[in-house]
């Protein structure tokens, strides 16, 4: 290997001189350079010819010999040239992935819930599915991790069911939906009324001291008088059926009483409820969701917390 | 215009037609070629029978993100022992050059090995030195269309081969190769061959020692690890040139001793070294960059003193130091340290493989909500428990919580949950604990998985904290 320095004819200038003397050398391109470049232009071609390209009228190329065949959201087989909405739905029917997913699924379906509570790798499936579910549909209302917004949507996280805490109720409740309603007392009682029983309600979960208030409104609580008790029971612990709240426990999902500061404020809380009552739905999902969607979403939120 | 303007700086390949010698080194880097290369071509096929994985011996499984090495499955988070892998072949590396010099380039590096096969198809199709130079010079008839042709040809097949080869260790030979040549292979399979191929034939067949001069950041810093004791090939100039310098052989310098009286070296200038050299140096010139210890000069140059019944070693293995007629030495500072750093090294990083957890559990935080108010007063933590069995048997295992008194763990149904060889669960649990107000903030637990069957395991322990709502109740 030689160490030898080659010199060449002296390089073309372009021709132009600025100020008199300077000059431009014009220096070949590297033809490593060039042919790179060729090579992109030949690419390019090739590219238009197999691939979507050039708008056209009303339309475009589409490319040829890159058909897709998959299958569309009606269900029916379709194939169609090269695009990308297309090869992502044939990727969530056939890729590795999704056909494990969908053995799971089939796996699902086919089991009655206390198989699946009592199958771990079938829980753990379910749970990962349902939580895409769950975001998609439930979080909106009830939150991220099912805690609700207290005044407006239940918690899904505790151990406290207004509808009942059973796979059987949870599905009903998500199939069908659900509508609460507890009449507004306004005008049934005066103001005076309206705190007894507030005080009423608060002594059910310790929450106040017992006195004549409270035995007062005791007396408009347990009889026909204000006829709380039909609904929510004489033990006051609510009814299923109704979806009326359990008054005795420390779970509270409208009157804000956990956060409440002074007991007035409690007081406050309570006899709001009582003053407006409660109308709140919650919106079916048969028609949203399939079958086998419900029933991983039922053994999500019976999991969460505390299903009974 | 100044003549430095005029200069051009780029230095065009000067062709190298190496020619074939026969010697003890010649031999070793055969028999060292032919070792790598069966354990690079025959390792995909060797099959390893395994309870749960693959059937194969090496298998580097991306997808299912294991790799498989005879009994050995690396999982993901295993992969700080390629960490300690690669500190090891660094260590090595700066050892084994402080004494020995570029033996790995010579003898071992892939670029080597790959352009002597080449350099071997080359000289089966195209013959040997002489006759490669004439048909290089020769016109393009047909027979020098047809030798070159086919040289590519095989070079092709050679490179695609090392190539598909390369993609079989990442998933299972028998299958993959019968779907690579169906069309039915993953395009990263067909991306990896090809790329291999290309780079395989471009570099050992056309930019063959440029390589090693141009490209190769190992051949440069190898440099920089030498010192005067480091083994190095060097041609003995004092015997060489004697005081008068080398000369061919002519009547008058035709025996040592007329050789001697006349103030001649040894060597006959007979050019063999600089033929048989792989980057075209004269070594006689001494160390240059582009030498890479290779000891065919050495083969070669002990051929012709042999032939002529002289000692051989003109040129020969040596150090800076012995070359002086100083003794060179191994044992020193700098070696002892890389050797024993080295052994720590590999110590380390066995014990650490021969220690693998065969049970494996974390323990995730439900963050939303981070803890929940029961009906009864109490609070609920939720966790995810993500257990894995790296063995190759099921086990059976019980869940267990410690460190909160008086609190009381739900996983459902699934107190005792079974896990398959080489698979992972996650588990949901929730913990309840009435603290009461006097606890505030968090406390810290742990959970415990405890083998039912397969006692041999042993219990595994996770940390874990358990959240409190702050001051209010």
Not at chain 1, 53 to 81: C, L, Q, R
Not at chain 2, 151 to 156: D, V
Request: proline residues 3%; contains cysteine.
């Amino acid at each position: 290997m030689s160490d030898a320095r080659k010199t060449q004819a002296a390089v073309q200038t372009t021709g132009h001189a600025w100020d008199g003397d300077i000059q431009e050398f014009n220096n070949p391109l590297p033809n490593w350079w060039l042919w790179a470049f060729y090579a992109t232009v030949v690419f390019a071609v090739v590219y238009w010819i197999f691939y979507p390209a050039w708008p056209v009228g009303g339309g475009y190329t589409t490319g040829v010999m890159n058909d897709i065949t998959f299958v569309d959201s009606d269900g029916t087989e379709k194939t169609m040239h090269w695009n990308t909405r297309a090869l992502l739905l044939k990727d969530l029917q056939e890729s590795k992935s999704a056909t494990l997913s969908h053995e799971y699924l089939e796996k699902v379906k086919d089991a009655d819930y206390q198989t699946i509570l009592g199958d771990a790798e079938m829980m753990a499936f379910t749970r990962s599915m349902a939580v895409g579910l769950f975001g998609d549909n439930c979080a909106a209302c009830h939150g991220a991790g099912g805690t609700g917004v207290i005044g407006l949507f239940p918690n899904l996280a505790d151990d406290d069911w207004l509808w009942g805490g059973t796979v059987e109720d949870i599905q009903t409740t998500i199939t069908n939906g659900r509508y609460g309603f507890m009449p507004s007392f306004r005008e049934t009682f005066n103001d005076k009324q309206l705190d007894d029983v507030a005080a009423y309600v608060l002594s059910l979960s310790g929450q106040h001291k017992a006195d004549a208030s409270v035995a007062r409104g005791k007396a408009i609580f347990q009889t026909s008088t204000g006829g709380c008790y039909y609904c929510h029971g004489h033990d006051a612990k609510g009814m299923k059926s109704q979806g009326s709240a359990n008054l005795t426990d420390q779970i509270w999902t409208i009157a804000d009483v956990p956060d409440a500061d002074t007991q007035e404020q409690k007081l406050a809380a309570v006899k709001a409820v009582v003053t407006h009552g409660v109308q709140r739905t919650m919106p079916h999902w048969s028609d949203r969701l399939d079958k086998t969607q419900i029933k991983l979403l039922t053994v999500y939120v019976h999991e969460l917390g505390g299903g009974q | 215009m100044t003549d430095s303007a005029n200069e051009v700086l780029y230095q065009a390949r000067i062709p190298i037609y190496p020619r074939s010698v026969k010697g003890r080194f010649r031999t070793l880097k055969w028999g060292i070629l032919t070792l790598a290369y069966s354990v690079y071509f025959l390792l995909p096929w060797l099959r390893w029978t395994r309870n749960a994985g693959p059937d194969q011996a090496v298998l580097f499984d991306i997808a299912n993100r294991k790799f498989y090495l005879f009994d050995l499955v690396m999982h993901a988070e295993d992969l700080f022992w390629l960490t300690g892998f690669l500190l090891v072949a660094a260590l090595l590396l700066f050892f084994v050059t402080g004494i020995a010099g570029r033996v790995f380039c010579g003898y071992f590096c892939f670029q080597t090995l790959w352009t002597d096969l080449y350099l071997l198809i080359e000289r089966l199709v195209q013959g040997d030195r002489v006759a490669r130079i004439r048909l290089d010079k020769s016109p393009w008839n047909g027979a020098k269309v047809f030798r070159k042709a086919l040289t590519h040809i095989l070079w092709l097949t050679v490179a695609f081969w090392t190539g598909l080869t390369f993609t079989l260790y990442w998933d299972n030979a028998p299958d993959l190769i019968v779907k690579w040549f169906t069309g039915k292979a993953p395009f990263a399979a067909y991306a990896t061959t090809l790329f291999i191929t290309a780079t395989t034939y471009v570099m050992a067949g056309l930019a063959r020692e440029q390589v090693c001069t141009y490209m190769c950041p190992y051949s440069r810093f190898q440099s920089v690890m030498f010192d005067a004791d480091t083994r190095i090939v060097a041609y003995d100039v004092a015997r060489g040139e004697g005081e008068a310098g080398r000369h061919k052989v002519t009547r008058e310098l035709k025996t040592l001793e007329q050789r001697q009286q006349q103030g001649v070296g040894e060597c006959i200038d007979c050019g063999y070294c600089v033929q048989v050299c792989p980057t075209g140096i004269d070594i006689r010139n001494g160390l240059q960059v582009q030498c890479i210890s290779c000891a065919l000069c050495i083969d070669a140059c002990d051929t012709i003193m042999g032939s002529l019944g002289w000692d051989q070693g003109l040129i020969r293995y040596t150090s800076e130091k012995e070359a002086k007629g100083q003794k060179s030495r191994i044992l020193k500072p700098k070696t002892i340290g890389y050797g024993l750093v080295l052994l720590a090294a590999v110590v380390a990083l066995g014990w650490s493989v021969s220690n693998q957890a065969p049970l494996e559990m974390a323990v995730v935080q439900v963050r939303q909500p981070l803890f929940v108010r029961l009906s009864d007063g109490s609070v609920q933590n939720s966790y995810e428990l993500h257990i894995e069995n790296k063995t190759d048997q099921p086990v059976k295992l019980a869940i267990m919580m410690r460190g909160l008194a008086g609190a009381a763990l739900d996983v459902g149904k699934l107190s005792s949950v079974e896990i398959g060889p080489q698979r992972s669960l996650r588990v949901h649990a929730r913990v309840r604990w009435k603290s009461g107000s006097r606890h505030k903030g968090s406390r810290s637990f742990q959970f415990n998985i405890i083998p039912q069957t397969r006692h041999e395991i042993g219990m595994v322990s996770a940390p874990a904290t358990f959240y409190m709502p702050g001051s209010k109740n």
